[in-house]
């Protein structure tokens, strides 16, 4: 059996937010005296048992209330980064949340000099590629998310691409029609998370109105047949997030997942962690989680891993190099 952590793999569905262990939450607590309402990492990891995508976001943005400055945003990358390279993955498409810093406020410029920095030294030292894809908050008015895109400045050629992220019922993609048309037009890459709570009908949004590149999350195409068709003859990429899906109770268990059913039925699927430090897991540890609880096949696992390769945004040469 192949080792499912040499296999050389993309992450496109990861929130560096996301990567935040109680442990690095603690110190940095400390270290800007900022006060988490628990008592104890161990306190703190017993909240992660959660109701919903809601109950989950509470504590995410709780959480990261202790990244203030340029070097709290770097080690998290760096960690986040080291652990990524430890499993295989040899490029990565990082989301990161501009509005959950700067409403308690952090300025972006800091948010993005710390990622930047760890994701540059990655590539030197870990040989690892990166881009770094801005979401905006869809449980946000969209015209903060206008505003934020038109106050990008100089900080517009650091970043590659957008993302919409955060509480999903409610909050449809075509509300957001304007800023993504903007971001089209100015050359950057545009993904939309639709289709995790929320039905098929977002999933159409997001492909028609937003005329995103990939689907994150996309799982709830499965309830219209004429968009997984749909999907499968545009090969239209989904980011899909097992352990995420489960710890949200979007699906009942892991051996209930349908992403090899979506593989097998020529969706081109990919496997990603999502907030790894909250869901149990980072990408090679997904993997492992497929083969135990589905039997993912050696060959199913090259195919997803693949898939991550082509999906990516790492550019033809870089895709072609990691092949
Ligand atoms: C998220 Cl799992 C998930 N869904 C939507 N928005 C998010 N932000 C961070 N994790
Ligand atoms: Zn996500």
Do not use: W
Not at 84 to 111: I, N
Not at 154 to 181: C, K, N
Not at 306 to 313: E, G, K, Q, T
């Amino acid at each position: 059996m192949n080792d499912l952590h040499t296999l050389p793999k993309a992450e496109l569905h990861l929130h560096i937010e996301g990567t935040l262990e109680p442990e690095l939450a603690f110190e940095l607590a400390a270290k800007n005296g900022v006060v988490l309402p628990h008592e104890s990492v161990e306190e703190l990891r017993r909240q992660y048992d959660f109701e919903d995508l809601s109950s989950f976001l509470a504590l995410y943005y709780a959480t990261m209330a202790v990244l203030r400055d340029a070097s709290d945003f770097e080690r998290l990358t760096r960690a986040y980064l080291e652990r990524a390279a430890a499993q295989g993955l040899r490029h990565v498409d990082v989301f990161f949340d501009p509005q959950a810093h700067t409403v308690r406020g952090v300025a972006l410029g800091t948010v993005i000099d710390g990622i930047r920095a760890a994701l540059d030294a990655a590539r030197a030292e870990l040989g690892l590629t990166s881009t770094l894809l801005l979401c905006f908050l869809r449980d946000r008015p969209a015209a903060e998310a206008g505003q934020l895109f038109d106050s990008l400045g100089e900080q517009l050629p650091r970043i590659d691409g957008i993302g919409l992220d955060s509480a999903e019922v409610g909050h449809p993609p075509a509300l957001f029609e304007e800023v993504y048309a903007r971001a089209r037009a100015a050359g950057l890459h545009v993904v939309a998370h639709a289709g995790e709570e929320a039905g098929p009908e977002y999933v159409r949004e997001a492909l028609d109105v937003l005329r995103v590149e990939r689907v994150d999350h996309g799982i709830q195409c499965l309830q219209d047949p004429e968009l997984v068709d749909r999907l499968v003859a545009e090969q239209v990429p989904l980011t899909v997030c097992p352990l995420s899906n489960v710890r949200l109770r979007v699906v009942d268990t892991l051996a209930d997942h349908p992403v090899l059913d979506m593989l097998e039925r020529g969706l081109l699927v990919t496997v990603n962690s999502d907030d790894p430090a909250y869901f149990g897991g980072y990408v090679g540890d997904v993997f492992q989680g497929l083969r135990d609880a589905l039997g993912l096949t050696d060959e199913q696992a090259a195919a997803l891993a693949r898939n991550s390769v082509d999906a990516s945004f790492a550019g033809t040469e870089r895709r072609r190099e990691i092949h």
